[in-house]
Structure formats: C-alpha cells, structure tokens
C-alpha cells in the first residue's frame, strides 16, 4: 500500500509541479530513491490515502501528456475522498521533484532527467509510469469501458491485418511464422479493444508518434541522441549531442524500458509490494533480489527477452489506432489510414529494435567512451 500511495503522491507532483526555485540537490537517481523513501515514510497505509492520491492525479492535472496516459493510467476520483496534501517532501526533495516533472527537449538541452549510478542517464516520467501501470497490476486495459466519455468507436472492423500490414513478415525476417501469427488478430478483427497499458504508456505509444512525425516531414527522429552532463559528481545541466535530436533521446528510452521492465516485475509479484525506493536501490545497484542480471546495467537484454519486435510492432499500432480514436483533433493522426498507421508501427519497431536493442549500451566520449560504428549514439 505505501509503494501505491507514495508513487501516486511523486506522479500528482511530477503532472501539477508547482513554480519555484530549483533544487540544489544533484539530478541523481539517488536523489529520486531519497524522494521516494521519504514519502514511504510518511504516507499511511490505507486504501484512503492511495484514492485521496488518485484525486489529485485527476482533479488537479494541467500536463501536456497524452490521451493514453489519461485513459489507460489515470483513475477517476472517488466522491468519498478528501484532498491530501501532497506535498509530504522536504522543500528540497519538492523542489527536484518539480524540477524533473515534464521530460522535454529544448534547445540542445533535456529536462527531466537524471544521472543513474551505472553512468545512463534516464528520465523520470517514463520510468515511473511504468512503476504505477505494474502496480495496478492488470497490464491489459479493456478499451470499450476507457472510451465511454470520447468520442471512441471500438466497432469499426478492419481488413485482416495481415492484408493490411503486408510487411511485418518481411520486416522481421527472425520470427517465426507461428510468434508473429499469435499476435495477430484473425479475420473478423477490429479496431483494438484491448491494449497493453504497460508497453503503450512507457513506450509504444511515444515510438509510434515520433516515427508517424518522421514520415511526414521527411526528417530522421534522432533516435537514442546522447548528450553529456555539466558534471558527474553533482550534475545539474544535460546538453544533448545533437542539437535537433527528437523526444526519444537515450535518456527517454532507458527511463521507458526501465519502468516497463520494473512494472511487469512488480504485475507478477505477490503482495506486498516492496518498497519502491528499495526495489529502484536494488534495480540500479547489484540488482533486483540479488539477481545481478536484473539491474539497469542489462536493460536492453532483459528489454529483448520481454517483448519480441512482431508484438512490440503490434503494440504500438494499437496504441496509435487507440489514440486516433482518443484524439480526433490531433493533427498528426488527422486523415491517416489503418495501413499507413501499420507502416509507422513497423519502421519504428525496426530501427528500435536494431539501433537500440541491438547495441550494446556504451558511453560517449564526455562519459568515458565512444560509441561503435552503425549504432544511435548510446548511454
């Protein structure tokens, strides 16, 4: 119950962050565990307290982030709650949380990011609504249910969707035949009615934004773009590499592959949960019950094993097909067909796949190495 009630209170800070001075402490991933475990503390174990939290997610949120996130994350709040104060932290851990609220990209520079102790550098935002989707536990949402207050028609039946995405075989030429058939809907599918809230929320969700953009401007998506810190020991300012690198910088991908490989581990554990400062200690520490396999070190090994590229291909055009019908106004989505959505969904599960996954996670040059050859700049 406190993993529930103080990572709620952290995401009702990180989606209404409140304007302030900026934190003195380090954008270190110690300092979000100390954040956490200072809430773990103080916030009562009652289901009250993890609704009253709710409320505040709901209620109070201002956040430029998707219909998605709104839909497959956010709860409605009960009636029967009562505001809670959220704001339970130190003015200074307040402040850090604030400061990493929004993960964004602005001239040359990322925000929201913090530098973990095996020298990646990853966001926040990813990594804890991955946290929060795999403690709700249920990792597949039913979409008739999400969709009742938008306009969301779940009936509009499509072509099979093997006639409709004719190249995911060719995409994926290692797949076998019956790996990618099971993740295909028969001949009577429709537009989804069920999504992966863990994958669509962490990662399907921005990948296939980011790829439908590149496919209408004509310009690459920079990638897993790199960048260097101001400082290793107290870092404060990340400049990225590449001035024109797009949202899926390294740091969103390893924050997204971080929460979504955290948030399946804590859907398959019985409760209690453990603490979620403690379980963030052991992940990028020695590892996650002293499997030393199972730490931030090998998240693209362990990212590989947890979805193949045919079922991530297909997640992310649910999750682009889910948020048309979510947003009927938003430009990018305006006037494009299933089979094009399926197209974006490929190409960017391909070059995922083989410029991330697919490399090994090496610094760059300002961290202590250069990056091979043919691989996105990695960290």
Known sequence: MKAWGALWIVLGLLLWPEPGAASS???LMDSI???????????PVTEASITASAWILSAKNSSTHNSLHQRLLLKAPSHNTTEPDPHSLSPELQA???EVAQHDVQNGREYGVVLAPDGSTVAVKPLLFGLEAGLQAHS??????????IPCDTGDTLANIRATWPGLMDAFPNASSPDVGATLPNDKAKTPTTVDRLLAITLAGDLGLTFLHRSQTWSPPGLGTEGCWDQLTAPRVFTLLDPQASRLTMAFLNGALDGAL???????????????SHLLREYYGAGVNGDPVFRSNFRRQNGAALTSAPTLAQQVWEALVLLQKLEPEHLQLQNISQEQLAQVATLATKEFTEAFLGCPAIHPRCRWAAFPPGCAQVG
């Open 25 to 27: 402490l380090p954008l």
């Open 33 to 43: 565990i100390q954040a956490l475990a200072e809430l773990e503390q103080k916030v």
């Open 96 to 98: 850090l949380i604030s």
């Open 140 to 149: 597949v949402a039913n979409l008739p249910s999400d969709c009742l207050a």
């Open 262 to 276: 955290l948030g399946n581990h804590l859907s398959q554990i019985p409760r209690p949960h453990p603490p979620l």
